[in-house]
């Protein structure tokens, strides 16, 4: 299963991204899908989750309220909007596809693809 992202860059304090995660297939809506990243040096940490559906998210607490995953079935496609960046949000972003899961998960362990990554660049 093929994960292709789009959207990451160099960006502003105070600036705004969208992510794009297209998944080619007739099986993207069966998958959970999910955001994480990682910093250099840093562990990888959740970013926002969704479920197959697109009814229910989970987004990690220092996210809430400034990033916001959504999906569109039709176009086998998962966003994430990131508003009120920081440069502390520099890190690598990927996506993930879980089809051991329907629900929204935080848990990288829950996932079974991946994509290659997007480096997002905050300056200060």
């Known amino acids: 299963v093929q994960l292709v992202e789009s959207g990451g860059g160099l960006v502003q304090a105070g600036g705004s991204l969208r992510f794009s995660c297209a998944v080619p297939?007739?099986?993207?809506?069966?998958?959970?899908m999910g955001w994480f990243r990682q910093a250099p040096g840093k562990a990888r940490e959740f970013v926002a989750s969704i479920n197959w559906r697109g009814s229910s998210t989970f987004h990690a607490k220092s996210m809430k309220g400034r990033f916001i995953i959504s999906r569109d079935n039709a176009k086998n496609t998962v966003y994430v909007q990131m508003n009120s960046l920081k440069p502390e949000d520099t890190a690598v972003y990927s996506c993930?596809?879980?089809?051991?899961?329907?629900?929204?998960?935080?848990?990288?362990?829950?996932?079974?693809?991946w994509g290659q990554g997007t480096q997002v660049t905050v300056s200060s």
């Open positions: 297939g007739r099986s993207f809506s069966c998958y959970a």
């Open positions: 993930a596809a879980s089809e051991r899961i329907s629900g929204a998960s935080g848990s990288p362990m829950l996932y079974d693809y």
